[in-house]
């Protein structure tokens, strides 16, 4: 059984930083590409950023020289540290895994497997 388990959500204030946790069991980590989407109320899910099978990450426009994706393959977690918070960035974070083909690694729609959401509230 695949699980996904986030960790590390909170409210904080305009230029604080935050760092989000992702477990992964009941897949192969290094087979998979995983990483991070969020979902404000009203919007649409929003690619944040991921890790690819090879290591390499891709990061949306909006978080890019603010956010980090990082892993640590021996225990199966994935991390988003994410720096200088907006309000903007506030939504609930969830952590994905999937094997998207390059060219759409940004679309949700392509990852299978979803952890259960993590509130990342940030005031102004």
């Known amino acids: 059984q695949v699980q996904l388990v986030e960790s590390g959500g909170g409210l904080v204030q305009a230029g604080d930083s935050l760092r989000l946790s992702c477990t992964v069991s009941?897949?192969?980590?290094?087979?998979?590409?995983v990483g991070w989407f969020r979902q404000a109320p009203g919007k649409e899910r929003e690619f944040v950023a991921v890790?690819?099978?090879?290591?390499?990450?891709y990061y949306g426009n909006s978080v890019k020289g603010r956010f980090t994706i990082s892993s640590r393959n021996v225990r199966n977690t994935v991390y988003l540290q994410m720096d200088t918070l907006k309000p903007e960035d506030t939504a609930v974070y969830y952590c994905?895994?999937?094997?998207?083909?390059?060219?759409?690694?940004?679309?949700?729609?392509?990852?299978?497997?979803w952890g259960q959401g993590a509130q990342v509230t940030v005031s102004s």
């Open positions: 994905a895994a999937g094997r998207p083909i390059l060219s759409s690694i940004r679309d949700s729609n392509l990852y299978g497997n």
């Open positions: 009941g897949i192969t980590f290094n087979a998979y590409t």
């Open positions: 890790l690819n099978r090879n290591s390499h990450t």
